[in-house]
């Protein structure tokens, strides 16, 4: 049996990301899996679990990767996480490094032999809080050039990382379940949002909810206080308005439901660095055609199923065709899901893995 150890910064237990994906798909590949968790700042000892026949540890790091301003910083939290990745790699076997540390540059250092291959999913340059911009950037840089791969999940991140070393592919997510053709509805006059609400333009947000006649169903936390105060708003202001704070994609209520909006503040850094969310294939898979804010660097697909949106003329033209077309934009949806299933994404990650 093939092993794999991966290094994250995140909890198994948030909402999925493709690095939940890459994980189950390797281990129905036969992987045994050894994965690194977020890290913690109030034990000094290594913790393990099993779940869904996964090892999992985590171990103490000294400060916030958004934190580190100076490159002292930088190196003694790096001694720390070390020390920690020594200990953890002397108990585990593993064949190769699926890294989504941006600021894991050391890990040839740490296994010689194995092959790295890391994968960055989020423009973490433009997420940087203030000051941290160039040292985000010099990690970047230097992770990038000591993997023997990289991965990436958008066109204007593989533009800036392919700056950095000629050794990185596109990976989109994919959708993990099989298009399956929406029922027959009389009544579907609902539009969903679904995924973390924030990072949103309210301003055309509540213009779209006021001036059509359709309901919207926004599904997911919000992310920051001053997304929950917009969303009791609406709720208050608006009957046609209405939130869910959690479901799973499985259970979502769609029936009434003819698109899905995204809605994004187009103005922000790390907006425009989406090429294709990690939902939206799943999304299509319910039959859902998706609305989209002004993001130049969207995936190429029909618009039939899929429309970028500046203003709210727009924004409401779009609403409308996906609303008389709706059953008739389906035949299009299948077609273009057809190449972004698991199948398409394991030979390009088997191919990587085994060159």
């Known amino acids: 049996m093939k092993k794999v150890l991966i290094l994250t910064k995140t909890n198994w237990g948030e909402p999925p990301r493709i690095r939940h994906q890459i994980t189950r798909l390797l281990k129905e590949k036969g992987y045994k899996i050894t994965y690194v968790e977020k890290n913690s700042y109030r034990s000094v000892f290594i913790k393990n679990r099993i779940e869904e026949s996964i090892a999992f540890c985590s171990h103490a790091e000294l400060i916030h990767h958004q934190l580190r301003y100076f490159p002292f910083i930088q190196r003694l939290n790096n001694f720390v996480v070390k020390y920690y990745l020594k200990k953890i790699l002397k108990e585990v076997d593993f064949d190769f490094i699926m890294n989504f540390s941006y600021e894991y540059d050391f890990l040839k250092e740490l296994a010689p032999n194995k092959k790295v291959i890391t994968m960055m999913e989020d423009d973490f340059e433009a997420q940087a809080k203030f000051g941290m911009t160039r040292a985000i950037r010099n990690q970047i840089k230097s992770t990038c050039r000591n993997s023997d791969h990289v991965l990436t999940v958008s066109y204007p991140l593989f533009d800036k990382l392919s700056l950095y070393k000629n050794n990185v592919t596109m990976l989109f997510p994919w959708s993990q379940r099989e298009y399956e053709k929406p029922k027959q509805q009389k ?47 609406l709720m208050q202001t608006y009957d046609n308005f209405e939130h869910i ?33 990690n939902r939206a294939f799943n999304l299509l898979s319910l039959g859902l055609p998706l609305v989209y804010a002004d993001l130049r660097n ?16 727009e924004y409401q033209e779009t609403l409308h065709f996906y609303f008389d077309n709706f059953y008739e934009a389906q035949n299009d949806i299948e077609t273009f899901l057809e190449n972004h299933y698991k199948e398409s994404r394991w030979t390009v990650l088997e191919s990587i893995i085994n060159t």
């Open 298 to 313: 969207l995936i190429k697909a029909p618009k039939t199923i899929m429309r970028t949106n500046k203003t709210l003329e």
């Open 187 to 233: 009544d579907r006059k609902t539009v969903l949002y679904f995924g973390f609400v924030g990072r949103l333009d309210w301003g055309i947000t509540e213009s779209i909810i006021k001036t059509t006649n359709y309901n919207y169903r926004f599904v997911g936390p919000t992310i920051r206080n001053s997304d929950a105060k917009m969303v009791n708003y």
């Open 245 to 277: 704070g959690y479901s799973k994609i499985e259970e979502l209520e769609i029936e009434d439901v003819f698109c899905s909006i995204l809605p994004y503040d187009s103005t922000l850094g790390n907006v425009q660095a989406c090429t294709v969310s």
